[in-house]
């Protein structure tokens, strides 16, 4: 393939990459922000009918072919994402620090560290 890799590939090229393959296609007038939404939930969908009805251990250990077939539902997912991110003119990168902020305020690490929710009966972890 190309050599894209996390460590070195920018969301900037990634976001061009998904422009191009849109703009060479005329594809645009069907990326509505409401129609990517839907495309996005579609392929968050085909991800989790690899999980289905595996058991949280299964879930775990999946064999090479099936890492490849989940890969490539992350990376539809990621594409419409990122189509929509561009549709919106949406900075990814600034979007996730924010919520990521306003996660660590919601779920501060001292009441929450080992525990889903407010709900759940465990003490926190040390
Ligand atoms: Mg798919």
Redesign the pocket.
């Known amino acids: 393939m190309s050599g894209f890799s996390d460590s070195a590939t920018t969301l900037k090229a990634l976001r061009a990459v998904v422009q191009e393959f849109i703009d060479e296609r005329d594809w645009s007038q069907f990326h509505t922000p409401k129609n990517l939404s839907m495309s996005l939930a579609?392929?968050a969908a085909?991800?989790m009918e690899h999980f289905q009805w595996l058991t949280p251990d299964e879930s775990r250990q999946l064999s090479a072919d099936k890492i490849v077939e989940v890969s490539?539902?992350m990376?539809?997912?990621f594409c419409y994402l990122m189509s929509m991110a561009n549709e919106l003119e949406i900075d990814l990168a600034e979007a996730f620090e924010k919520k990521m902020n306003k996660n660590r305020m919601k779920y501060p690490a001292v009441e929450f560290r080992g525990r889903f929710g407010l709900d759940d009966p465990r003490p926190v972890s040390e």
Do not use: G, I, S, T
Request: aromatic letters at 0%; proline letters at 0%.
């Open positions: 579609v392929e085909e991800l490539e539902e990376a539809d997912v």
